[in-house]
């Protein structure tokens, strides 16, 4: 008699791309391997949310005697809602609820979810299989470790050490197996190449649900894996080790397989992964493997915070900052993009100490992009346990998740997060205004809009960056322009998401997507026609000139603005190489520091993207370009024509 199991691994869709439902596969390709389970039949994993699905998921399971569900915080609600409506019509159907979204802790879960039976905690192999051994006998689960139900909670499994004895879902076809192949749909690969983490950050349920120990996969698995998304020409590869580039040499070679493998068979066509949390320059060769065929976008060297007492608040080690710059510029040399993030709000921080950490990045010229993010409070993170909440004054808000660049129609079914809003630290204003600043760096600085105008008057006035973009909060509060209305846009932002309605943000004339505010507002200035982003720019650098008494000569401050115009990625401008006449010699000034020199000067480059499509320019500008840094050149990597050389400017 066959035992039918039925199971969720519900995720967004990102353009046309899914993911695997690799956790789900993991399980069933282990469970596969036991002779004594072959009665029990693996249906097709959920994946897609699409609402008018709902009924014929549930329909589906009506004889389902297993309802096998991974949750994490994008799939909850969904989640939820079709095991109880499963537990509606077939209330025999054992409903196993695992992932990084059950709580350790459970408090009140079995009443507020009465239609899961079996709660499971850490990795779920082993306990599955012990699950699946009762469910054929006695069925008293009290005897399976890593559990819990409405009656007993178990003591944890033990971690599981050999990984060579867990099948590949991969390898297995275990992946294709779950999923239904629907046309115009490409499959994302979910991939672990080790897993653990020897870091304990508060903010992370990683390093504390994986026991900090590090296990490897073996390397001759590993190149069958990545054989195997060549052969099926899976595009892109979601890396999930915690530290990828922390076995060097090893890593290396999975680097080069990789590489191997785009070049042999055209894919993968992309490698994204979460690099060591103290990287150095020992990782430079394995990017350099994978940026050299365009698997990897970008390196990312993660900060978090710059601030001392945040870091040990949140049990964190940064490399030093002089480390971190140096860093930075040996990938510029070597043309490999980078990108740091940074997350608001976190315990131990304050307003100052936030604005000083963004003084001491943008210090960092050879720096990509900059990513900063609210603090999620994650179930299992240490920072939500009661100790740490109660000590640190933690307060939190539930809200409408924040997923960027997921469609609209797939948010019908709300996923929600927790996400810190006050500390012992700071209050809920100053973390608005935190918000305030790290959209305008975002938004104006990284993106390159006033980039070069803010370092001009830090040069000649010793304006510090955060007095510029104070000056600039202060003309957008009060001076009306096309850099007003997008103030407008972020107070109504702000305060939205803060009180608990969702960080969404909808330009249809973008792209049919959720985007972050920072993208949307820089998408539509580079979108601009340039006279007017010139006039737009004018209008603030007279009104910063006025304010702060100032007295630059408009000559070289029309050059300066029609210089920052010229760096950027414009929707105006889908010349092929790009090209302009200044009056000063910008590059030397901000490359080598050099004094302001009035000379005629050529400057010319590559143009980033010349796609015609609107649309199709936006998302290659701003979404995939964005780690890439397909939006602007730096000054350093200008093609210059010198014609002539005058005198210099004092």
């Known amino acids: 008699m066959q035992i039918k199991v039925s199971s969720s691994q519900f995720n967004y869709t990102y353009g046309n791309r899914i993911h695997f439902p690799y956790s789900i596969a993991l399980l069933v390709s282990y469970i596969k391997t036991k002779e004594k389970f072959s009665q029990f039949k693996f249906d097709k994993t959920f994946v897609f949310r699409n609402e008018e699905k709902i009924e014929e998921y549930v329909e589906k399971c009506r004889d389902s005697d297993i309802l096998l569900c991974s949750c994490y915080v994008w799939n909850w ?15 025999k159907c054992l409903i196993i609820f695992g992932g990084p979204q059950v709580p350790e802790i459970l408090e009140d879960f079995f009443e507020k979810y009465p239609f899961v039976d079996i709660a499971v905690h850490g990795e779920g ?3 599955f299989e012990n699950i699946l051994s009762e469910y054929l006998t006695e069925k008293n689960y009290f005897k399976v470790k890593g559990i819990s139900t409405k009656d007993f909670t178990t003591e944890p499994q033990e971690r599981i050490k050999d990984f060579d004895s867990m099948p590949s879902p991969y390898l297995t076809n275990t992946v294709l197996d779950l999923v239904d192949i629907v046309d115009g749909y490409q499959w994302i690969a979910s991939w672990e190449t080790n897993r653990g983490c020897p870091y304990q950050c508060t903010f992370c349920d990683w390093g504390s649900s994986t026991a900090t120990t590090m296990r490897k996969w073996s390397e001759e698995r590993l ?12 595009p892109y590869i979601d890396g999930c080790d915690a530290n990828f580039g922390i076995y060097r040499d090893r890593d290396l070679q999975i680097a080069k397989k990789l590489r191997e493998e785009k070049l042999t068979k055209g894919f993968p066509e992309t490698f994204m992964t979460n690099w060591a949390k103290v990287s150095s320059e020992k990782i430079i060769p394995l990017a350099k493997e994978l940026t050299s065929v365009g698997l990897l976008k970008a390196v990312t060297l993660s900060l978090q915070s710059l601030d001392k007492n945040t870091l040990d608040t949140i049990k964190r080690a940064n490399l030093k900052f002089n480390t971190f710059s140096t860093l930075t510029t040996s990938f510029r040399d070597e043309n490999i993009p980078t990108y740091t993030e940074l997350i608001m709000g976190l315990p131990g921080e304050t307003l100052e100490s936030f604005k000083k950490g963004l003084e001491t990045i943008l210090s960092d010229e050879d720096l990509g992009s900059i990513l900063i993010y609210n603090c999620g409070l994650l179930p299992n993170a240490p920072m939500n ?31 929600y ?4 809003i006050e500390t012992s630290s700071y209050n809920l204003k100053e973390l608005k205004e935190m918000y305030r600043y790290a959209w305008m760096i975002q938004t104006f600085h990284n993106f390159g809009i006033l980039e070069l105008v803010a370092k001009f008057y830090q040069n000649e006035y010793k304006l510090s960056q955060m007095e510029f973009y104070e000056t600039l909060s202060q003309y957008g509060k009060n001076e009306k322009s096309f850099f007003s209305k997008e103030f407008d846009l972020l107070e109504k932002h ?15 004339d973008l792209a049919e997507i959720n985007w972050p505010l920072e993208e949307a507002s820089a998408a539509r200035f580079l979108r601009l026609d340039t006279n007017i982003l010139f006039t737009e720019i004018q209008k603030f650098v007279e009104f910063l000139e006025n304010k702060r008494e100032f007295h630059s000569k408009s000559e070289i401050l029309n050059d300066l603005i029609k210089f920052q115009i010229f760096l950027l990625t414009t ?3 889908l010349e092929e190489i790009k090209e302009e006449k200044f009056a000063y010699d910008w590059k030397d000034y901000f490359v080598n520091n050099s004094a302001i020199t009035k000379s005629k000067m050529n400057y010319f480059y590559k143009n980033k993207i010349t796609e015609k499509d609107p649309i199709k320019w936006t998302l290659n500008v701003i979404w995939y370009g ?9 000054p350093k990597f200008l093609k210059v024509d010198s014609l002539v050389i005058d005198k210099n400017v004092h």
């Not at 609600?77 to 209330?91: D, F, S, Y």
């Not at 640190?392 to 797939?410: A, G, Y």
């Not at 702000?494 to 960080?503: A, L, T």
Request: net charge positive.
């Open 125 to 127: 192999e082993i306990i």
């Open 223 to 234: 190149y069958k894996e990545i054989e195997w998304f060549g052969d099926n020409k899976i």
């Open 417 to 420: 997060e927790r996400i810190v």
């Open 494 to 508: 702000v305060d939205k998401g803060y009180s608990g309605k969702g960080w969404a943000h909808y330009d249809f």
């Open 571 to 573: 929707r105006a401008n």
């Open 385 to 415: 346990y009661p100790e740490y909440r109660e000590k640190h004054k933690i307060k939190s808000i539930r809200t409408p998740i924040f997923l960027i660049h997921t469609r609209k129609d797939e948010v019908s079914i709300q996923e």
């Open 77 to 91: 609600e969904i989640t939820t809602l079709v095991a109880k409506k499963v537990k509606e019509i077939n209330p």
């Open 626 to 634: 964005r780690k890439e840094v397909k939006y602007k050149i730096f």
